[in-house]
């Protein structure tokens, strides 16, 4: 097991390799407009999972998947080589599901607004069912005492 400082490098050193990859190496058509958003790698430095986001639908999505399973080998020497260490992990590319986690939560966050609003619209003219402060003070028992 490698201690956490060095796979905290090796995660930073996949992610700038990557990244630079995409930008200057492959030249696949299929890739849309891609960003590597995060790298895990296991603890013995094995096995490294490659998250990513697409800028567009689900079919620029699709393509972008396929053109990374065909450019892994690749990826992988070209990781390989920029890492240096004896094993060169395996690598997988997850899509991150941020920007549908962040979508959910953006709708979430509007129909609280709405239910708020809604709600101060209904209080608007309300009144108290009783007394303004139910709660009794403590003069108001030493009055009752004294009688």
């Known amino acids: 097991m490698a201690d956490e400082a060095r796979v905290r ?11 630079s990859l995409l930008g200057r190496r492959i030249k696949d058509p299929r ?11 296991t603890g013995d430095l094995q096995h490294a999972s490659i998250f990513y986001t ?16 065909s450019a892994k080998g690749l990826i992988r020497s070209e990781v390989g080589k920029a ?17 549908e ?20 619209r209904q209080a608007e003219g309300a009144q108290y069912a009783g007394e303004a402060d139910p709660y009794r003070k403590p003069e108001e028992e030493e009055e009752q005492d004294e009688r």
């Open 9 to 19: 490098k090796v995660q930073d050193r996949i992610q700038e390799t990557v990244a």
């Open 101 to 120: 986690t962040v979508a959910s939560l953006e709708s979430a966050l509007a129909s609280a607004r709405a239910h708020d609003e809604e709600v101060a």
């Open 54 to 69: 697409v800028l567009g639908g689900e079919e620029e999505r699709a393509g972008t998947a396929r053109a990374f399973e």
């Open 83 to 99: 890492l240096g260490i004896r094993l060169t992990p395996s690598i997988e590319f997850i899509p991150d599901a941020l920007p």
């Open 31 to 41: 890739l849309g407009f891609v960003t590597i958003t995060d790298v895990r790698v």
